[in-house]
């Protein structure tokens, strides 16, 4: 039986290498080792009938013959498929219409530049629940229950779920961020957010912002407007100049606006501007102490900065879009436009 199993072999690998179509290799196959037919299968059928001895030498023999031709037809399967012409072009055929391909968003273009750049800067970019508990979205924040953040004009509240809210910032994600990695930190939130808002071209009840902090040692406000520097030039070019203006959010302390010159008019002062030649686009500031003291951080020990950034308002200006609702509007006409 030893005998016939290598008569097999050396049978069966010149009649492999012979085949010169993969109808020629599926027939040697078959032939083989096909469960009905093959000459190998029935040799294999027969190992029941053997002694315990006989098992031990043919059993393995035989099993080391059908890997050697399972090999043998597998790679030459491969050769005549290269050859067969599957997956080649047909240069004379005719020219293929035009097929409609998906982009992304311009709110994801924005978005995805901005991660690139704050990561090569050694932030962390981080997501956070667009369904937030009051705790987190305002009372953290130094915002306590009778501010007019807290009305209902303002935030969208969950049914039957009163401490539960649409988030209306990213800024929840500061304490916590904190509180699961400490300080220092330096780490950016992009993401949705939720207002109750009375929609218009400027205007929209959902939107997108960019929540950006630092927290450690020694950090200032000549940090802050540094980062925002570096931003707002990256955005719009190295020769934006940035200028901070006293505000108050109830989250910082000092609050400031961050404006940047018009990318339309370059400073001198335009219709998008109104003639002021500055864009606000930076909320931002000190984090205030009662934040830090939310996170479990000593204010006297570390020190922060925070800033916040419109996604939906930079799209805006970027690619010059004069109404907000056509973000989310799911028009095709709109997102298929090249500009982006």
């Known amino acids: 039986m030893l005998k016939q199993l290598d008569e097999i072999l050396t049978s069966v690998a010149a009649a492999i290498a012979a085949s010169d179509s ?4 599926d027939s040697v196959e078959i032939n083989v080792v096909g469960r009905k037919q093959g000459r190998l299968t029935a040799i294999l059928k027969t190992l029941g009938g053997l002694s315990i001895e006989e098992k031990k030498i043919v059993g393995p023999r035989a099993q ?5 031709i399972e090999i043998l037809i597998a790679a030459r399967r491969a050769e005549l498929e290269a050859v067969s012409g599957a997956g080649l072009i047909d240069i004379s055929e005719p020219v293929l219409p035009k097929q409609n391909y998906g982009a992304l968003h311009p709110i994801s273009i924005v978005r995805e530049d901005l991660e690139k750049f704050f ?3 050694g932030f962390l970019v981080l997501d956070g629940p667009e369904l937030e508990s009051e705790f987190y979205n305002f009372e953290v924040l130094n915002i306590p229950a009778d501010h007019p953040a807290r009305d209902m004009q303002d935030t969208f509240y969950i049914k039957d779920h009163p401490s539960l809210v649409m988030r ?6 500061q304490v916590r961020a904190l509180e699961t990695y400490g300080a220092p930190l330096a780490a950016v939130v992009p993401g949705r957010c939720f207002r109750n808002e009375a ?3 400027r205007h929209e009840h ?3 912002q960019f929540e950006g902090f630092v927290v450690g040692e020694r950090v200032t406000l000549g940090d802050l407007k540094g980062v925002l520097e570096a931003c707002a030039t990256h955005l719009y070019g190295p020769s934006t100049r940035v200028r901070l203006r006293p505000k108050f959010y109830p989250f910082v302390e000092p609050g400031v606006n961050g404006e940047v010159t018009c990318s339309m008019c370059g400073g001198a002062g335009c219709t998008l501007c109104k003639g002021t ?6 909320g931002c500031g000190m984090i205030h102490p009662e934040v830090l003291r939310a996170a479990k951080l000593d204010p006297e020990k570390v020190s922060g900065f925070a800033f916040g950034l419109g996604l939906t308002r930079i799209a805006m200006l970027k690619f010059g879009v004069g109404d907000v609702r056509e973000f989310n509007a799911g028009d095709l006409n709109f997102l298929q436009q090249t500009i982006w």
């Open 64 to 68: 080391k013959v059908k890997i050697e």
């Open 277 to 282: 030649g500055w864009l606000e686009i930076f």
């Open 199 to 201: 929609t218009d071209v």
């Open 206 to 208: 959902t939107f997108y």
């Open 168 to 173: 209306t910032h990213t800024s929840g994600m």
């Open 119 to 121: 990561r090569s800067k």
């Open 22 to 25: 993969l109808a020629d290799l």
